[in-house]
């Protein structure tokens, strides 16, 4: 009776009906591939970067916004180059740090309905429409991921880093979590997926959580420069690519 009844549940289904326009989706699939395209052609020559990810909310009188211009300049002195969602906040501190001390500064600016507009602390940046185009940039050119505090955005950046990180579709590079009292919930429920069971103990060290910018360089040039063998390019190496890049816009 059972069978019956679930037999005839079955059939009295009914799937709903939605848009399934194929000329739809082929435009929205070339809109993705030109931004990607355009995505490349702008951040092609910003040689080896580190992103920096981090609330947009935050003004310059923030005690983390202030932090993320330190860090910024720090990072820029090993010799990176910044890179950031390009707008305002800790992106902002971030690209501010790295002008400060003359490092380069680059952004991967989200175009929103409210219009985000690119900080003014930017040497390069490309405007995309698309998160996930946009998350794709910041993690190809990256060699180290910085998370600063942040809201829904930066958690996003942050696991799609660690996660592809984690299965080892990008290589092991470095993931620093900055504030622990601001993470302390997010480090006490990775505790707790590695007591379930859901991630293995050996995926908590793919993150340093500190609040040390010493420490949090120490590891960059660990795990990041001497690790992938980054060494300092020739100052006409240097000079020819800055050329190109700025000849590949004409």
Known sequence: MVKKDTAALKQEIQFLDGPQSRWKEFKFTVN??????????????????????????????????KQAQQLGGEVAKLGFTVMTGGGPGIMEAANRGAKDVGGRSVGCNIVLPHEQHENPYLDKWVDIKYFFVRKTLLIKYSYAFIVMPGGFGTLDEYFEAVTLIQTKVIYGFPIVVFDTEFHKDIIAHIDKMKLAGTISPEDLNLCLFTDSIEEAIKHLKEYAISKFGLKAAKKDSFQKKWLERILSNQ
């Open 32 to 65: 993705v591939l030109l931004e990607f395209i355009k995505g490349f052609r702008t951040l092609h020559f910003v040689g080896p970067c580190v992103s920096i990810f981090g609330s947009a909310r935050f003004t310059e009188d923030h005690p983390s916004y």
